[in-house]
């Protein structure tokens, strides 16, 4: 062999060996990726309600006789009623239809005992239809979910939701809430 073929063969095995480990490289980029955004969501992507759904969802084979505690796995169309020591306390809505009004959001009526108590998980996400301050003035908006899109601080969501009952999607995860996601409502 001569020393220009054997140049050629070298320089083609450095470039195969850089071009391999630019791949092996990429792909351990793309796994610690998807390993972290695994991480953040440490559950399943449950399926959503209709946002706008006119009926209670209904949550299979709980027992509402043995006193308020958690819902199981999923996300449910709710709101929250009260937050003591970390646990919040939640319910079911639907959307009602109005003569005057597009609709409006309701709970069981009184008396129902359709309820659920769960944890906030520590890095529960909250997503904001109205931004993160105190005084809700900015729309935060999905615009074509119309869902809010503004991560903001647990802190913000307890205060929030204790004072007042903010329609929401609450993803329910082993008996905790990881995720709460406001539904805009004008």
Not at 4 to 20: D, F, K, P
Not at 29 to 48: D, E, G, L, M, R
Not at 131 to 138: D, F, L, T
């Amino acid at each position: 062999m001569n020393t220009t073929m054997r140049t050629l063969l070298a320089g083609g095995t450095a470039a195969a060996a850089l071009l391999a480990s630019g791949v092996a490289a990429h792909a351990a980029t793309a796994t610690a990726t998807a390993t972290a955004s695994q991480a953040v969501t440490a559950y399943p992507a449950y399926k959503k309600p209709a946002i706008f759904g006119t009926s209670f969802q209904a949550d299979p084979g709980h027992d509402f006789t043995k006193g308020i505690h958690s819902r199981h796995n999923g996300i449910l169309r709710g709101w929250i009623t009260d937050v003591r020591d970390g646990v919040a306390e939640y319910e079911p809505i639907k959307w009602k239809r109005s003569k005057t009004t597009e609709g409006y959001f309701v709970g069981p009526p009184e008396g129902d005992v359709t309820a659920y108590a769960s944890p906030i998980a520590k890095d529960v996400v909250f997503l904001s239809a109205y931004g993160c301050k105190p005084v809700m003035a900015a729309m935060t908006v999905d615009r074509n979910t119309g869902l809010g899109a503004k991560r903001c601080p647990a802190s913000v969501l307890v205060k929030r939701h204790d004072k007042q009952r903010q329609p929401s999607l609450i993803t329910v995860h082993q008996g905790k809430i990881v995720k709460v996601q406001e539904i805009y409502t004008p």
